[in-house]
């Protein structure tokens, strides 16, 4: 019980601090107001990281992240998918903005590739950018790849992985790391089978690294679902992924 209340103690410090040393970025789609945040090394020349959050917006473990990948030498730039005056106040909310993209997933590539200028804007090298998302994030890695962005590499953490089978699979010259919860309810046997088939057939550089007793949020520190250990395995999965492309 002490060693849960002084690591929640740690993490709400932790993210307070990391907080402070982003900073924030407006930028415009068209009339719609975005509103990211970069890292404090901003404007060095540097590889970069596009961070894409979960479903309710930025949050906790995409600034923690952002902060995490200063530390090891990436510039890093939190997207902000939603816009200003949309962002999730609730799960329903969040279903169905979340839900929009997803289906209209080229307006989703096209908010990530304005972040994606963002990122180069504040320093990103643009041969050297790979993306990271988490959950409705993670959907929105794999749409950077299937849109064929312009990133080296891209990481879906407990993602979802399905998508419409009406859509035709195409080449996919991103290298792909799937980081996948085992029991992850929101991934079907079917999704997975699919995904691998659809990366196969577009001749894709993949891997899926599959995390046992994991659910959903399984790295989430304020999720119920976080599983300690398995979160940092998958961490040192993402960095041994971005250090081979980035690097």
Known sequence: MIRSLLL????????????????????????Q????????NAGKKLPGVLILPAWKGIDDE??????????????????????????????????????????????YQKRISLALEQLKKNG??????????????GTGALESARGNLPVVGVVSIHGSIGKDQARKNGPISTKILVENPADDRGVSPEDYNNLVKEMNE??????IITYAHS?????DPKSPDYNEVMAKRAWNHTLMFFKELLK
Do not use: R
């Open 33 to 40: 107001k975005l509103n990211g945040l970069v890292t404090s």
């Open 215 to 219: 659910k959903h949020t399984f790295t």
């Open 124 to 137: 990103a090298i643009p041969e050297k950018i790979a993306v990271i998302g988490y959950c409705f994030g």
């Open 62 to 107: 995409a600034k923690t992240a952002a902060a995490e990948l200063e530390k090891q030498g990436y510039v890093a730039f939190i997207a902000d998918i939603y816009g200003e005056g949309n962002i999730p106040t609730n799960m329903d909310t969040a279903a169905k903005n979340s839900g929009y993209y997803k289906k209209n997933y080229e307006a």
């Open 202 to 207: 577009g001749n894709a550089d993949w891997q």
């Open 8 to 31: 929640s103690s740690f993490l709400m410090t932790s993210v307070t601090f990391f907080g402070q040393n982003l900073k924030p970025v407006a930028y415009q789609d068209g009339a």
